[in-house]
């Protein structure tokens, strides 16, 4: 190990599909449908490590389909999921001021396009995040990519989005010369963007709005990145069989800001 770890992913690639594949340091977080590509993430156990320490990850693997014509050739990417150099250039402090709030407010705004679902525009700022959850759908088969992830995890809530979309709009309406003077005007009208267009794609019908996409329980279950989900994220809706005005009233609040 060459720098300090603390919590890791590893993406394996088989040259063959792998129909089931046993870790001895490490947890299963997924594959894709072919089973040629494997990720794992640490345990408890090999959550840190220190430069200069030595890990081995011992698999064993069932090729699929009865395959039996020998062991397929395996290469590995280890990420460090707890330690970059990568850091965001504090904006000039142009108020001259103890505090330098031109800098608070990008970093703020920069904070929500983490947590962005969906396909990502070709300005994201965020180097580590890419497009993930791209096929939510509605019971129906309705589009519910986008908005934001919630909490550090990656189920989508519509009601605290709902809220905090209209905290920022109303920060925004209060002090936008701030912003202005700040240059992060367009920056902000962005970041609320992003959720609007997503509770337009939730509101299908009249009486029908998409509350929850992703459920908590299945979601907390599963320790990884966003881009490599890959439970089942069922989606949640209010209609006239089954009610939810506060959450319609903050959605619409959203949109009347």
Not at 55 to 83: C, H, K, W
Not at 84 to 96: I, M, R, S
Not at 157 to 184: C, H, I, K, S
Request: with cysteine.
């Amino acid at each position: 190990v060459d720098e300090p770890y603390e919590g890791w992913i590893m993406k394996i690639h088989f040259s063959k599909p792998v129909s089931e594949l046993k870790p001895s340091q490490a947890r299963l977080v997924g594959h894709n449908a072919d089973g040629t590509e494997w990720v794992l993430t640490n345990t408890d156990d090999t959550l840190y490590m220190k430069t200069g320490d030595h890990f081995q990850e011992r698999l064993v693997a069932t090729l699929a389909n009865g395959d039996t014509s020998g062991p397929p050739q395996a290469s590995a990417i280890m990420i460090n999921m707890g330690y970059d150099n990568w850091t965001v250039p504090e904006l000039p402090n142009g108020q001259n001021s103890k505090y330098n709030y031109y800098d608070v407010l990008q970093k703020s705004i920069m904070f929500y396009e983490a947590q962005r679902s969906g396909k990502l525009p070709d300005n994201n700022r965020i180097p580590w995040r890419g497009d993930s959850a791209v096929d939510d759908h509605g019971t129906s088969g309705e589009d519910l990519s986008g908005g934001w992830y919630d909490a550090g995890d990656y189920v989508k809530f519509n009601f605290p989005m709902a809220w905090a979309t209209v905290m920022l709009e109303w920060g925004f309406l209060e002090f936008r010369d701030a912003y202005e003077a700040a240059n992060q005007t367009q920056w902000m009208c962005d970041s609320i963007k992003w959720p609007l267009d997503y509770f337009l794609k939730c509101h299908v019908a009249d009486d029908v709005l998409y509350a929850q996409v992703g459920n908590g329980g299945i979601d907390h279950g599963s320790w990884g990145r966003p881009e490599e989900m890959t439970m089942e994220r069922p989606a949640y809706k209010i209609d006239s069989s089954a009610h939810g005005s506060d959450l319609a009233m903050e959605t619409a609040s959203a949109f009347a800001a």
